[in-house]
T-cell receptor
Framework: GQNIDQPTEMTATEGAIVQINCTYQTSGFNGLFWYQQHAGEAPTFLSYNVLDGLEEKGRFSSFLSRSKGYSYLLLKELQMKDSASYLCAVTEAGSYQLTFGKGTKLSVIP | DADVTQTPRNRITKTGKRIMLECSQTKGHDRMYWYRQDPGLGLRLIYYSFDVKDINKGEISDGYSVSRQAQAKFSLSLESAIPNQTALYFC???????????FGDGTRLSIL
């Protein structure tokens, strides 16, 4: 089984940088995904990490440390449209099933 | 047109009724999934299928059944709906391997 923890809510200011953390415990790790979900809409894929280190994609970056069971999503130059829930999800070795955390609701304020 | 289409988008029904939610995709993916999302609980996997003849239970399959009629179609049934099955249901697809999942727009189901 897997256990995934992320903060429930965060607030940040437009133009700032915010880091959303995710910790996980799993019997076998095969990769970590971040998804963005606006209220009432479908989740959309943001990033994927399977090796340790930082993956950068424009304003969004994601970091993974497998030894610590830890990832973060970094959002730079925040915009109002970044207000959404951010879902951390882990795949278990051999199954390719995704187990999702409960999500972090980010509110960007002016 | 959406790559992953769910029908209906909204449904209100009564306890005890049989409900079918449909999902079709034009992405050519082999793998399809059904999730439910509840406030405070996140997305939870109900069933998944890696091919037409392959059906697997997820974390919360009790009270649900699925049918993979073709590569492009995966339907979810509630044989006798109960109020605690009120939720937002998502279908998703992915390629083989550790590829990202692509979600439909969801079906909001209310059971009275």
């Amino acid at each position: 089984g897997q256990n995934i923890d992320q903060p429930t809510e965060m607030t940040a200011t437009e133009g700032a940088i915010v880091q959303i953390n995710c910790t996980y415990q799993t019997s076998g790790f095969n990769g970590l995904f971040w998804y963005q979900q606006h209220a009432g809409e479908a989740p959309t894929f943001l990033s994927y990490n399977v090796l340790d280190g930082l993956e950068e994609k424009g304003r969004f970056s994601s970091f993974l440390s497998r030894s610590k069971g830890y990832s973060y999503l970094l959002l730079k130059e925040l915009q109002m449209k970044d207000s959404a829930s951010y879902l951390c999800a882990v795949t278990e070795a051999g199954s390719y099933q995704l187990t999702f955390g409960k999500g972090t609701k980010l509110s960007v304020i002016p | 047109d959406a790559d992953v289409t769910q029908t209906p988008r909204n449904r209100i029904t009564k306890t005890g009724k049989r409900i079918m939610l449909e999902c079709s995709q034009t992405k050519g993916h082999d793998r399809m999934y059904w999730y439910r999302q509840d406030p405070g609980l996140g997305l939870r996997l109900i069933y998944y299928s890696f091919d037409v003849k392959d059906i697997n239970k997820g974390e919360i399959s009790d009270g649900y059944s699925v049918s993979r009629q073709a590569q492009a179609k995966f339907s979810l049934s509630l044989e006798s709906a109960i109020p605690n099955q009120t939720a937002l249901y998502f279908c998703a697809t992915s390629d083989a391997g550790n590829q990202p999942q692509h979600f439909g727009d969801g079906t909001r189901l209310s059971i009275l």
